[in-house]
């Protein structure tokens, strides 16, 4: 097997985890991507914006190097609401959004560019006794936090109109028909019921 490069490899599942969550958008009203599918609102847009938020401040002020634009929710007078980063208002664009995270994405790879995997940085919102960090820790942090996400925003496409998938052009899915996944998903149904009654 021949060797990889360790940052490129992290760096490419990263870009590739933030191509998945914005491609759950395609083709969606604004109501279907604002639309809240959990008890706690999780919705796909809000997931985008969250991240943008996670994007600016472990690859930018980590490293010393601020994003250079506002990110209204976080630097405005409604940063210190709860969950203020995880939904869109009315009143703002899901292009300005899906925009302002492919800008921030932009800025981290830049980031991710110019630094060695062992070289510091201080993540300023954590506990002091663990603030410092590598390159390689920030790196493995925002794949970790991004895929998590993507997988939130697979569920949740799934339940807004049936898409469902790992990727554009590789939807890591069973060939199946609409009749087939029905009958798949009773037989599931079937297995979970018989061993709810062998308790």
Known sequence: MADTDPKADLHRYLRAAREALLWKLDGLSEYEARRPLTPTATNLL??????????????????GRPFGE?????????????????????DESREDIVHLYERACAHSDATIEAFALDDLGRVPHWPEDGAEVSLHRVLVH??????????????????VDGAAGMRQGNDNMPDGDRAWWESYRRKVEDAAREAQGRQ
Not at 46 to 63: N, P, Q, R, S
Not at 142 to 159: F, S
């Open 142 to 159: 925002m794949l970790a936090e991004t895929h998590r996400h993507a997988g939130h925003a697979d569920i949740v496409r799934e339940l």
């Open 70 to 90: 506002t990110v209204p929710w976080l630097d405005g007078p409604d940063a210190e609401v709860p969950n203020v980063d995880m939904w869109a208002t009315a």
């Open 46 to 63: 809000g997931l985008v914006k969250h991240l943008i938020g996670c994007e600016t401040a472990y690859f930018g002020d980590t490293f």
